[in-house]
């Protein structure tokens, strides 16, 4: 542009992403409220999904609607959580309380390699995306965390990070220390986790 001149005829067309809709059932095949749902997109040139950051929850009939998808393959997530925290002197859970919804990919597998994969096209909505939930063994995690010269660490927090298998991604789930540095948490599911403590 030249000094003082005005240029006003920019047009810019952005493309409308695509759209997952479904819904999320139990063993009954009822809808199931409160549980989070989340895309993993495959690119064409790796194996490995990529988890994107539309994160949404289904509402009281089940339904959820995942938006602004770049054309391509996805997994569709479901994440029924639990309450995780738990007092460090609550009495142990029975063994109805050990069981859960485990992370379950579409269209009902704890497996993410058995996944069934959904296409997404611009523009378009892609409807009918049922998501039965797994139920299986959840665990109880406890213990106490020490500074480096051995005293209890009171009123830290901290977080139990679990790689999601085949995704290129993160699943955290926080805890906190009492005044003896102990801290209990359950419904956690299976895998492998790395611990991260920091002080308040």
């Known amino acids: 542009l030249a000094d003082g001149q005005a240029f006003n005829k920019a047009a810019i067309v952005l493309p409308r992403g695509g759209v997952i809709v479904g819904r999320v059932t139990d063993e009954l095949s ?3 409220a409160r549980v989070q749902v989340f895309s993993v997109f495959f690119p064409r040139s790796s194996a490995k999904g990529q988890r994107t ?5 289904t509402d009281d009939l089940g339904q959820f609607r995942l938006f602004g998808l ?16 738990v007092q460090p002197n609550a009495p142990p859970e029975t063994e109805d309380d050990k069981l859960g ?3 379950t990919y579409y269209p009902g597998t704890a497996d993410d390699s058995a996944a069934q994969r959904v296409r997404v096209a611009y523009g378009a909505e892609t409807p009918g995306i049922e998501i039965r939930l797994v139920q ?5 995690v ?6 480096s010269e051995g005293k209890p660490l009171t009123r830290g927090n901290g977080q139990l990070t679990r790689r999601n298998p085949g995704v290129n991604g993160y699943s955290s789930f926080g805890f906190s ?3 003896q540095g102990q801290f209990q948490m359950r419904n956690i599911p299976p895998g492998s986790y790395r611990l991260v403590v920091r002080q308040v």
């Open 177 to 179: 220390t009492d005044e």
């Open 70 to 85: 770049s054309v391509g393959e996805y997994s569709v997530v479901a994440e029924a959580r639990g309450n995780t925290y």
């Open 30 to 32: 009822l809808p199931v």
């Open 53 to 57: 950051g539309n994160t949404v929850t």
């Open 136 to 140: 299986g063994r959840l665990f109880r």
């Open 101 to 103: 919804y485990l992370t």
């Open 142 to 147: 406890s213990g106490m965390i020490r500074d």
